[in-house]
């Protein structure tokens, strides 16, 4: 588990530098992907499969962003399932938040896990916003440059 170094929660100054360099690598390793498949010469399965990495990463780092905010102010969000979490077991609290960023990064928005605090929401509406503008203009990039490739065969 990410948290299996963190023994205590909320975590100390050490774990939040270790949540926040996970979270660097992670951004890092997300930016290395997306400029793949940007600077790609042609629309492949590869292309493709970099684009969905890119996608769950995107809410990997979203949901390592949310993890920070419930340690430094805990209750930032409501959980109306019942489960661990209200123990305070940190990895019962990270899959509840991965579980949070990838349903807001969708904008499914299931309702069983809500932000209460002002940077909480803050995030999962810019989470939400950012999921959206990254899928238009990702598909509307990668038909464009199908399309102009198949031009060139013909």
């Known amino acids: 588990s990410v ?3 963190i023994s205590i929660w909320p975590p100390d ?3 939040y530098i270790y949540l926040g360099l996970i979270t660097a690598f992670i951004t890092y ?3 290395a992907v997306i400029r793949e498949v940007l600077l790609a010469d042609r629309v492949t399965v590869h292309t493709i ?3 969905m990495v890119v996608y769950l990463l995107i809410g990997l780092v ?3 962003l949310y993890v920070i905010v419930e340690g430094r102010h805990p ?3 409501s959980f109306t399932q019942l489960s661990s979490l209200e123990t305070g077991q940190s990895p019962d609290l990270f899959a509840s938040l991965t579980y949070f960023s990838l349903i ?5 928005g299931y309702g069983d896990i809500t932000p209460i605090s002002d940077s909480a929401r803050t995030l999962a509406s810019l989470e939400a916003v950012f999921g959206q503008i990254f899928l238009a203009v990702l598909v509307a990039w990668l038909v464009g440059k199908y399309l102009s490739h198949s031009d060139d065969k013909g």
């Open 3 to 5: 948290f299996s170094s």
């Open 13 to 15: 100054a050490l774990g």
């Open 29 to 31: 390793a997300t930016i």
């Open 49 to 51: 499969s970099g684009a």
């Open 62 to 64: 979203w949901s390592l």
């Open 75 to 77: 209750e930032s969000f």
């Open 104 to 108: 807001t990064l969708t904008s499914a």
